[in-house]
């Protein structure tokens, strides 16, 4: 029965990736988000980077504050697409008259969401990276993330951008209009990258910190499965006629 449920939302996923190939608007959006937020992130670091102490914290932010933003930003604009237009246009509805269960369909979108917005995030960190690293004037040596930056990367941005998926894939599937829902996250984004660039002097990473948010993120996943118990395909709101 597990083996099954995987095979269905992994159809779903691939059903998506597909989509996303053929919407060429989507592609052009997130590689100028991709650039404007390098850019951002350039200019930034350039102007902080003479300052002592400030350069690890400069890459620090990078794989943190930075790469946690954008996944969000990539997450309100795909979510958005899948499940937005799909109700207007009444394609969510024709996908619950076949065999796959609410829930099924939940998963799978918030998979493929998932996995192409982890990817971004981690592809601008690298960018961005090599980007600072090469026009670095401060030091001739590659300042590398301390631990607790890697650890945040490796294991709490992901689990954040599962938590952050799979509420808003609940929401927006129960709600008929969940656009202020999305607008709340696209803004916190937004403030969370602009105040972590205006407090990098006194930021300070630490594991106690790492594991705060990481328990956020576990409590945000339990939230969202539980709200999954009232996915049926009853429930989900699918368009007006």
């Known amino acids: 029965m597990n083996m099954r449920l995987l095979q269905d939302f ?15 608007t989507t592609m052009v959006t997130m590689a100028l988000l991709l650039m404007g937020g390098i850019f951002n992130f350039i200019v930034v670091a350039r102007s902080l980077q003479f300052l002592p102490g400030v350069t690890t914290l400069i890459v620090d932010l990078l794989f943190t504050h930075y790469a946690l933003s954008m ?13 937005m237009k799909e109700k207007y246009t009444k394609t969510l509805e024709t996908l619950l008259t076949t065999p796959l269960s609410a829930r099924t369909i939940w998963l799978g979108k918030s998979s493929f969401v998932f996995i192409v917005a982890i990817l971004f995030s981690y592809v601008s960190c690298v960018v961005g990276f090599i980007a600072f690293t090469l026009s670095s004037k401060a030091s001739p040596d590659i300042v590398w993330p301390s631990a607790q930056a890697v650890f945040f990367a490796l294991v709490v941005l992901p689990l954040s951008s599962i938590a952050i998926v799979c509420l808003l894939s609940a929401i927006n599937l129960i709600l008929w209009n969940a656009a202020i829902c999305n607008a709340v996250f696209f803004l916190g984004g937004v403030a969370y990258l602009g105040g972590s660039s205006a407090r990098i002097r006194q930021l300070r990473l630490t594991w106690t910190s790492d594991f705060v948010q990481l328990s956020i993120a576990t409590s945000l996943i339990a939230l969202a499965w539980l709200l999954s118990h009232l996915l049926t395909n009853e429930r989900i709101v699918v368009g007006r006629s």
């Not at 992994?10 to 060429?24: D, T, V």
């Not at 996944?71 to 499940?83: S, T, W």
Request: aromatic share 14%.
């Open 71 to 83: 996944n969000m930003f990539v997450v309100f604009m795909l979510i958005n697409n899948i499940f």
């Open 10 to 24: 992994q159809i779903i996923a691939a059903k998506e990736y597909k989509e996303l190939g053929r919407k060429s």
